[in-house]
């Protein structure tokens, strides 16, 4: 299963993973508009993610 995730893959995921503990830590000490904030480059980074898999699986 994991035969197929690359270098590229586990950054970004590695990354995601990172924002999303961060934001719920800043959203648990108060600060709840920087965590929206970080919350939503979660997403963005796991799309962009797919972005490139399908990049180089096209080519």
Known sequence: MLRGI????????SLALVC???SEVMWFRG????????GLWVPSI???AILLK???NEQ
């Open 31 to 38: 600060e709840k508009d920087g965590a929206i904030f970080v």
């Open 46 to 48: 796991l799309g962009f």
């Open 20 to 22: 999303l503990i961060f």
């Open 54 to 56: 399908l990049i180089k």
């Open 6 to 13: 690359g270098k590229t893959d586990k950054i970004l995921m």
